[in-house]
Each structure stands twice: as structure tokens, then as C-alpha cells.
């Protein structure tokens, strides 16, 4: 499908991958040698197969003109234009001049090509625009402008959408996104800033869901539409007591005011460079190179489909510095999103029919469950700065007249908080154990119940840590509920439970676990996995038919029984609450220790 870059070595792979040509190096004189080789690779039937859906049946690629735009096919005068780009240079300021106009000086090249109207036969035989590459492993489209807005059009006119059902599913999604990473309680007063199109509607959806998910919305929705949709919109914001705020009324340092910013200034039919007042709220959000957001009062910041501001493929050409902490893409990324390196990128928009991912070859990622929303992963290859790997810890606090006398009593208070707040595995706690010379090891192992006698846990008798603990049975278990920055840390001694209790839960499990423990001889070397798999379906035959499954003796619990507890809480700028149960005969000792 790609031009081969053989065959079009100095210019576009393809049609959308016009970045690739913008970082390949044209020199003076090889320009109209290149348009040359993109004609004679293919270039021009494949910019026009990519394009069928949009009805363009031929392209005729010419040598440079004054009348480009940045890749934005126009139809309506039967003709399409599009650009490629290349490093600015003496052959464009003689035969560019409009385009050097532009603040980044990209030069250009246009080819044109006849457009006839589109037939039903042409829509549904449409190629593989060649922006949807491969990510990273992962198979994802990203869209240009018009394939964005082809694919709205499609939505709401063969299909049958209306805008307010698609602007309800977005803000649904965006809204969903948000709660997956930005806790309503830590992030509660959430600010939303609205452009004048769709891409503010999201915002303003966004901001109703929210204020059902618990959070605090403000909006600042500076230039309004006079839509109905929107003075709907506005009216159920209204209803709800959700202050509206002027630009001029924010604070400076929005992190005053604000736990969070949610731009929905402007998504992909965005154009030029921001007008006021939405070139001084974007300001607001950068946070300069080389400083700390928190520092310079800027709260993290979500983006609505395209980062503000951003040219919708080819990123932040303006040089804005603005980067969001999360970008929540609707439908499939636009092309720019592949330059966002942010923390957190999400899709949105479960609503793609078939018939649309078929029709624009679109490779979508699969939402798990029945989440409006899906994590992607990072397309950004940058090496990961492990020393500057840092969060604030903000929002909770432990201190002496809030905890608890007895440490399991706290223990009880903080685990079910881990329950409650959705923590992955709240039960997952790390094991060290010591070999009788000192030599440590540590492992996670599940709890499995914990009462003022100690904390229990089930395993392998002829495991490391078991053979460690028989030799010296002290031991310390860590648990990590990383969204509550809490941890806690038991040290005691430990030894094995009854074998009437270790009975009670072998039994409790599913039969694929009991089966399981038959199967490990764990700790021990083995020659391979099909080991493991043999003795397994030997094992599943011969209890087959729900057959009683004895309790191996190689298998069973320890308990721990504490001699002191910490409990650590997180808190900002390092200083955070220690509060360490000490067992004093019958009684617990608290005693804070410095951080
Ligand atoms: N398919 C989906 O998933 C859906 C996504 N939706 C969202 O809709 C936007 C696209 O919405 P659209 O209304 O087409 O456009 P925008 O919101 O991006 O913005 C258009 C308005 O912005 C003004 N504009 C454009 N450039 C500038 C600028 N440089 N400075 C100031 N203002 C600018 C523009 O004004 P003009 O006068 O220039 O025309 C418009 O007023 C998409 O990204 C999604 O977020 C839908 O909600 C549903 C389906
Ligand atoms: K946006």
C-alpha cells in the first residue's frame, strides 16, 4: 500500500507521513527532483486511494505553488490540494513566499488533483489511509484533520447520530478517563475551559459527569455559541450550581484555585495560532522548561482530543512548550497525538460502528469491560529520566489524634480504605524473610486473614521462604497502597498455622489452585513449563468428576505474630507522617518517627 521508500526516496512516504519528510533533509535543487520520484513511485494514485472516501478518483502531483496549507485537502473546486513539508530553504523564499508567512517557516509543496463527487461504490472500496501504523506493538490508527472530520460527517449523516448524542458519549468518555486517574477527592475542584465549537460541548458534558462522579467543576467558557445544544448545556450546568468563571477571574497561579484543568478549548478543526482570550488561558498552562508545575502553580492538566493550541498533525508547531499531563482521544488519536508524551494517553468514544471502522480501515484498541474508555500505551521512545520519577504525595494525613490505640484496629481502618479506594490487590504484601546467615529474600504473598493473633498467609512448606523461616522464623511484611500513599510495615515472629486452619482454606479455594499447590514443588528447579502442564492435566484427570482433593502436607499456613507496626503516610515535600506501634507487654506503644 506505502509507496516504497525506494521508489520516493527524497520525498513522502505517504500522504500523511509528512513529518517523516519534514525531518528528511531536501537540499536546493532536489525539490522538483523529488516531486518527480514521488510521481514515479506511486505517490500520486496512492495520495489518491488514501483519499477515495473523500471522492477523490486522481491526483496529478505539480511542482511547488504559493497556495498551500498545511495538509488539508480542499474539495468543493474539484481540485485537492495537499502539502508536503521540508526544511525551509532559498528555493522556497523564491517560490513560497505566503507560506514563509507562517511563524515556523515550513516550506511547502502542493500537488493538485481532480475530484469528482463521491459515489456509494467509492465510499465503501476506501484504502488504508496510511497514518494508522503500527505503535510501539500496538496496532492503532491516527488521523489526519480530514479524516477526523470525514469520519463526524459519516456519524452524523449516513448513521444517524446526532451531535448531542456523540458530545454525550465523548464528555461520557472524557469524564470516565479523568476518574480513572485523577481521584475526585485529591483532584476535586476541577477547572473546565471551553472553546467555541464541539470540542468545548465535550467540556461542558465532561463537566456535568464529573460533578456526578463527585468532583467540583467550575467552567470558564469565555466565547459561547449560540447554539441550542450549547444553551442546553449550560442550562444543566447551571441547575447545578456550577459556577461559571470569567477568564479574568481566575487566579494567576491556577493551582490557587484549581486541582485540576480540563481543556476543551479546541480539538481537531482547530487552525492558525489560539485568538484571545484562549492565546493568554493557554499560557496559563504551560509550565515553562526546566521548572516544576507545582512550583509555578500550574495543577495537572487534561486534554480533550487534541492539546490546545497543537497543530492537529504535526503537533506543537508553534512552540507553545504547552504539554498536558493526559490526553483523552476521541474516537482514535489525531496524528499529533503521536508527538504527546505525556503521562497518561486515553481513547474515548466507544460508539464506532463497524461499518465506520471498515469503512476508514481504522485499528481501534479494545475497551476492557464496560469502561467508556482505554489506556494506550506510551508511543514516546524517549528513555525514562528514573531520577526525576517523582509524585506529590498531598491529600491525606496521619496523626497521633486520629490513630487508632490498637495497631489492628488501624490496620483494619486503613486496609478496608484500600478496599474501598479500588487498590489492585490490597492483599498483596511483600515477605522478607532471612536465611540463618543473615542472607535476606523477600517475595509478594497474598493475605489471607489477619486478627489481633497476626497475619496469615498460605504457601509452599518446601518453598524458600519456608525453609528461610524454619531456620529463622523473624520475619517483616510490607504492604504498598500506592493511590493512598500509605504503606505499612509488621515485623514480628512467625510460625506455622494449625493444620485444621491450613485445611479450612485449602479447601475454600477454587479447584484450579488446589490442583495448583499438588502441582508445585515450589523453589525447585524443573526443566521446563510442559513439566508444570503434565502434572497438571495427570492431576486434573485423577480428581476429576469434583473428586475430594487432600490438603498436601507440603502446603499450608504462617502467621505473624507483630511486635511492631508502622503505618507511613505519604505527604507533601517529603515530610510525611510515621507513626510506629511498638507491642510494651500487653499493651502498643505509638511513637512518631521522622521521616
Ligand atoms: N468523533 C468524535 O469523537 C466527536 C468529537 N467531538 C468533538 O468535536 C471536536 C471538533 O469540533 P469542532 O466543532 O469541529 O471544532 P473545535 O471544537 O475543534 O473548534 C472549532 C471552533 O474553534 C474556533 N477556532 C479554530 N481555530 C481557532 C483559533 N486559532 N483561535 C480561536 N478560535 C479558533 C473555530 O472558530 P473559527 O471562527 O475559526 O471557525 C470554531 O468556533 C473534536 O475535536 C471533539 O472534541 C464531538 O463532540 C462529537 C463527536
Ligand atoms: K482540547
Known amino acids: 500500500m506505502a509507496t516504497p521508500l525506494s521508489r520516493a526516496p527524497s520525498l513522502l512516504l505517504k500522504w500523511n507521513q509528512q513529518l517523516h519528510f519534514a525531518r528528511a533533509p531536501v537540499r536546493e535543487g532536489h525539490f522538483r527532483k523529488a516531486i518527480e520520484n514521488f510521481r514515479s513511485g506511486g505517490g500520486e494514485s496512492e495520495v489518491a486511494r488514501a483519499h477515495k472516501f473523500q471522492g477523490v478518483q486522481s491526483v496529478q502531483a505539480s511542482s511547488l505553488n504559493s497556495r498551500s496549507t498545511f495538509a488539508k485537502p480542499h474539495l468543493g473546486d474539484n481540485r485537492i490540494s495537499f502539502s508536503v513539508l521540508k526544511d525551509p530553504g532559498p528555493l522556497c523564499l523564491k517560490r513560497a513566499p505566503t507560506f514563509l508567512g507562517h511563524k515556523r517557516s515550513w516550506a511547502s509543496a502542493s500537488a493538485t488533483g481532480t475530484v469528482e463527487q463521491p459515489s456509494s461504490q467509492g465510499n465503501s472500496q476506501m484504502a488504508s489511509p496510511a497514518s494508522h501504523n503500527q505503535v510501539d506493538g500496538e496496532s492503532i490508527s491516527y488521523l489526519t484533520q480530514a479524516e477526523a472530520a470525514a469520519i463526524d460527517e459519516t456519524l452524523m449523516g449516513e448513521l444517524g447520530f446526532s451531535i448531542d448524542q456523540l458530545m454525550e458519549l465523548a464528555g461520557l468518555s472524557v469524564a470516565s478517563a479523568i476518574a480513572e486517574v485523577y481521584d475526585a477527592k485529591e483532584y476535586s475542584r476541577v477547572l473546565v475551559i471551553c472553546g467555541p465549537g464541539n470540542n468545548g460541548g465535550d467540556g461542558l458534558v465532561a463537566a456535568r459527569h464529573l460533578y456526578h462522579f463527585g468532583y467540583k467543576p467550575s467552567i470558564c467558557y469565555p466565547k459561547r455559541t449560540d447554539k441550542p445544544i450549547y444553551h442546553g448545556l449550560v442550562t444543566q450546568l447551571e441547575s447545578l450550581k456550577i459556577p461559571f468563571v470569567s477568564a479574568e477571574e481566575l487566579p494567576s497561579k491556577l493551582?490557587?484555585?484549581?486541582?485540576?484543568?480540563?481543556?476543551a478549548m479546541f480539538g481537531f478543526s482547530f487552525h492558525g495560532i489560539p485568538r484571545p482570550p484562549f492565546d493568554s488561558l493557554l499560557r496559563?498552562?504551560?509550565?515553562?522548561?526546566?521548572?516544576?508545575?507545582?512550583?509555578?502553580?500550574?495543577?495537572?492538566?487534561?486534554?480533550?482530543?487534541i492539546p490546545s493550541g497543537w497543530h492537529v498533525e504535526n503537533g506543537d508547531t508553534e512552540g507553545t512548550g504547552f504539554v498536558p499531563d493526559m490526553l483523552v482521544s476521541l474516537t482514535a488519536p489525531k496524528l499529533c497525538a503521536k508527538m504527546f508524551d505525556g503521562a497518561h494517553h486515553f481513547i474515548g468514544g466507544r460508539f464506532v460502528p463497524p461499518v465506520i471502522v471498515e469503512k476508514f480501515s481504522?485499528?481501534?484498541?479494545?475497551?476492557?469491560?464496560?469502561?467508556?474508555?482505554?489506556?494506550?500505551?506510551?508511543?514516546?521512545?524517549?528513555p525514562v529520566d528514573v531520577a526525576a520519577l517523582r509524585i506529590s504525595y498531598v491529600g491525606f494525613e496521619l496523626l497521633e489524634e486520629q490513630a487508632k490505640k490498637d495497631p489492628f484496629e488501624q490496620f483494619k481502618v486503613w486496609f478496608d480504605d484500600a478496599v474501598s479506594r479500588k487498590v489492585a490487590e490490597p492483599n498483596a504484601m511483600t515477605l522478607a524473610t532471612a536465611s540463618k546467615d543473615g542472607q535476606p529474600s523477600a517475595r509478594l504473598v497474598l493475605l489471607k486473614?489477619?486478627?489481633?493473633?497476626g497475619f496469615v498467609w498460605?504457601?509452599?512448606?518446601?518453598?524458600?521462604?519456608?525453609?528461610?523461616?524454619?531456620?529463622?522464623?523473624?520475619?517483616?511484611?510490607?504492604?504498598?497502597?500506592?493511590?493512598?500513599?500509605?504503606?505499612?510495615?509488621?515485623?514480628?515472629?512467625?510460625?506455622?498455622?494449625?493444620?485444621?486452619?491450613?485445611?479450612?482454606?485449602?479447601?475454600?479455594?477454587?479447584?484450579?489452585?488446589?490442583?495448583?499447590?499438588?502441582?508445585?514443588?515450589?523453589?525447585?528447579?524443573?526443566?521446563?513449563?510442559?513439566?508444570?502442564?503434565?502434572?497438571?492435566?495427570?492431576?486434573?484427570?485423577?480428581?476429576?468428576d469434583g473428586k475430594f482433593i487432600p490438603r498436601p502436607e507440603h502446603w499450608g499456613g504462617f502467621r505473624l505474630t507483630p511486635?511492631?507496626?508502622?503505618?507511613?503516610?505519604?505527604?507533601?515535600?517529603?515530610l510525611h507522617d510515621r507513626l510506629r506501634y511498638k507491642r510494651v507487654g500487653e499493651d502498643w506503644i505509638i511513637e512518631r518517627l521522622s521521616p
Open 255 to 263: 493551582k490557587d484555585g484549581f486541582d485540576l484543568v480540563i481543556d
Open 284 to 305: 496559563q498552562l504551560v509550565v515553562p522548561k526546566g521548572t516544576i508545575a507545582e512550583e509555578v502553580g500550574v495543577p495537572p492538566v487534561v486534554s480533550v482530543d
Open 362 to 382: 481504522l485499528r481501534l484498541p479494545r475497551y476492557p469491560g464496560h469502561s467508556m474508555c482505554v489506556r494506550l500505551g506510551s508511543t514516546n521512545s524517549k
Open 449 to 453: 486473614g489477619y486478627d489481633e493473633g
Open 458 to 544: 498460605y504457601t509452599n512448606y518446601g518453598s524458600r521462604k519456608a525453609a528461610e523461616l524454619k531456620a529463622n522464623p523473624k520475619a517483616c511484611l510490607v504492604f504498598f497502597w500506592e493511590p493512598l500513599h500509605r504503606s505499612v510495615r509488621i515485623e514480628g515472629s512467625v510460625e506455622m498455622v494449625s493444620s485444621e486452619e491450613s485445611d479450612a482454606y485449602f479447601h475454600s479455594r477454587p479447584k484450579g489452585s488446589q490442583i495448583g499447590a499438588l502441582v508445585s514443588a515450589q523453589s525447585s528447579v524443573i526443566a521446563g513449563r510442559h513439566v508444570l502442564d503434565k502434572a497438571n492435566e495427570d492431576l486434573n484427570a485423577q480428581y476429576a
Open 563 to 574: 511486635e511492631v507496626i508502622e503505618f507511613w503516610q505519604g505527604r507533601e515535600s517529603r
